[in-house]
């Protein structure tokens, strides 16, 4: 593996600190929506599948994103509660403005339970949908239904995909290290660009969004 020996040495551990992590911002707070999730999941199966144990830490790790997940998601719904029926959009803001609000509450109004099914595999919308629920007051125990199931689904289908494909990768020896450098390079540099897309957008002036009574009521009963 060349110069990413000390990237595979680290073992698991790194790759459990990592994972977690960002599976927990990316589902509990707005920094979480400027984080490259997906291809971390995948990259993080790729990884493991050059471990000898590389399968059962991925069985492992899927459980522990799944819990992560879920912890993010009721945080991120708590923070929308708390805010009433308010939530502070970005003027000019790529993401978060008032345009991407109304469209995740327009989504959990119509569809409620299964919007958040959905929404777990829209990056942006699985970043700001738990917020928006709990400020719509979308009956807390379905939420905490619909994105338990989501993790379910979510979370070890991307880190298998990326865990099968290394194991794929690991038949062609010269393969797998250009890979490996590729991604991981990839992930440093998106993370370094959302967070300085994240510094801007906080930077724009905050514009107030504001929930009709009518979407609460429906959120609460829809099943």
């Given at each position: ?31 979480g929506l400027f984080l490259p999730g997906d291809s971390m999941l995948i990259t993080a199966g790729i990884v493991m ?87 719509a007051r979308m009956d807390h125990r379905k939420f905490t239904v619909a994105s338990t199931i989501g993790a379910i689904i979510w979370a070890p289908v991307l880190l298998l995909i990326g865990y099968y494909a290394g194991s ?56």
């Amino acid at each position: 593996m060349g110069s990413f020996d000390p990237l595979l040495s680290a073992g698991p551990a790194l790759v459990w600190t990592v994972v977690l992590t960002f599976v927990f911002l990316e589902c509990a707070v707005i920094l979480g929506l400027f984080l490259p999730g997906d291809s971390m999941l995948i990259t993080a199966g790729i990884v493991m599948a050059s471990h000898a144990s590389g399968e059962a830490h991925v069985w492992a790790l899927s459980v522990g994103a799944m819990v992560a997940a879920v912890a993010g998601n009721q945080v991120g719904y708590a923070i929308g509660h708390r805010t009433g029926h308010h939530l502070v959009a970005r003027k000019n803001g790529r993401y978060i403005n008032v345009r991407n609000l109304q469209r995740v509450a327009e989504l959990l109004h119509r569809h409620g339970f299964v919007a958040v099914l959905i929404a777990r595999w829209i990056p942006w919308v699985r970043t700001l949908c738990p917020s928006v629920a709990g400020a719509a007051r979308m009956d807390h125990r379905k939420f905490t239904v619909a994105s338990t199931i989501g993790a379910i689904i979510w979370a070890p289908v991307l880190l298998l995909i990326g865990y099968y494909a290394g194991s794929f990768l690991e038949r062609v020896s010269w393969l797998m290290p250009i890979v490996i450098g590729t991604l991981v390079v990839g992930l440093i540099v998106g993370t370094v660009l959302g967070v300085r897309h994240y510094r801007q957008e906080m930077a724009q002036p905050a514009e107030e969004f504001a929930f009709e009574s009518a979407p609460t009521g429906a959120l609460n009963t829809e099943a």
